[in-house]
């Protein structure tokens, strides 16, 4: 049997089918889920009991390529689609001992964002919730091979997940399924660059699942500028939405503001920001950027700078974190590989 006639893991009603035809224990099934999306056991391992092993794979991507920083614990993961396209995982290994996975929802990103290398693809392709958990899949069977535990999931690799709401929401069931990952709805967060109507959906639905706001300037012109979907999603849309989603979750939302020198980075834009969230109940990471070659205008706020800003912040009682960036050996030109590859590959693919 070759792995294409082979039934995904993630496919549930063929599973149950082939419970039924082959008069499987439902036990069976659910030994195999949990020694693979719980414990994150090797394949070989976790279908080494299973009766009907050589009917199932276990993943719907191939690794491409995976990069290891040399000066931290973060590693990229390339992935290739059963359509030859290429997308990106992001393993953060924190000091403090807790990881992270940072996944990819999409091939490209038509939010056209100017700071995002994956925006500069010039396609936009969904991926199928299958995609979305095998990425979880493959990254916690490599920190559980090294005695390590997966503790959070973020959407905040490639795409805006709101524009593949369906399948995101679909993932985001089995993370959080008891029969399949049992993820704490807690331990995930969507990041979005602010698709409000998507954003109230998934309040609504998911209310303990994080979210957050890649939010970048209070001033309209200047969001604009950076991110062009902000034409569409003006910031006093933008304010409403946040202060409705306080309302249905009870509690903080993230707000993502990445330092960019000259643009959106002085004391007055600190203040701005910190009249701006009066009412909203929000955390504001500060993001040092991470220049990508399509965007030679745009470079990175400097520490001392950003520190600066975060202190206008907290005078005002803004709960905020300035954050480090991770991998910078094998993220700084995050994207770049990908893009370049993808962009021959949808060219190919339309011949």
Request: proline letters at 3%; glycine letters at 4%; a negative charge.
């Amino acid at each position: 049997m070759t792995v294409s006639d082979r039934i995904s893991l993630f496919d549930a009603q063929a599973i149950e089918q082939l419970r039924k035809t082959l008069r499987l224990d439902p036990q069976q099934i659910r030994v195999l889920r949990n020694k693979l999306l719980k414990r994150f056991l090797a394949d070989e391992i976790a279908l080494s009991e299973f009766p009907a092993a050589d009917q199932i794979h276990c993943h719907t991507l191939n690794v491409f390529r995976r990069c290891d920083s040399e000066i931290d614990g973060a590693s990229k993961l390339l992935f290739q689609t059963s359509a030859g396209m290429l997308i990106e995982s992001v393993i953060l290994r924190i000091a403090t001992g807790r990881t992270t996975l940072c996944v990819s929802s999409q091939v490209g990103c038509a939010a056209a964002c100017d700071f995002c290398a994956t925006g500069k693809m010039g396609i936009a392709q969904d991926l199928s919730a299958a995609e979305i958990l095998d990425q979880v899949l493959q990254a916690g069977q490599i920190l559980a091979a090294e005695d390590r535990r997966l503790q959070n999931v973020v959407f905040m690799g490639m795409g805006e997940p709101f524009h593949n709401e369906t399948n995101l929401h679909e993932a985001i069931e089995a993370l959080t399924a008891t029969h399949l990952f049992d993820r704490s709805p807690g331990s995930i967060l969507v990041s979005t660059v602010g698709v409000v109507d998507a954003m109230l959906r998934c309040a609504e639905r998911f209310p303990l699942v994080n979210l957050a706001l890649s939010l970048h300037s209070v001033d309209q012109q200047t969001r604009e500028q950076i991110i062009p979907l902000a034409k569409k999603y003006p910031l006093h849309q933008l304010r409403s939405t946040l202060q409705e989603v306080n309302r249905i979750q009870q509690r903080e939302t993230m707000i993502e503001y990445l330092m960019l020198a000259g643009v959106n980075d002085s004391l007055d834009d600190a203040r701005q920001l910190s009249e701006w969230l009066v009412g909203i109940d929000a955390h504001v990471n500060l993001i040092p950027y991470n220049a990508i070659d399509d965007s030679p205008h745009l470079s990175g706020t400097v520490r001392d700078e950003i520190t600066a800003f975060a202190d206008v912040l907290k005078a005002t009682g803004q709960k905020t974190t300035v954050r480090y960036s991770l991998g910078s050996d094998i993220a700084a030109a995050c994207g770049q590989l990908v893009k370049k590859e993808n962009r021959q590959r949808a060219i190919d693919a339309h011949r």
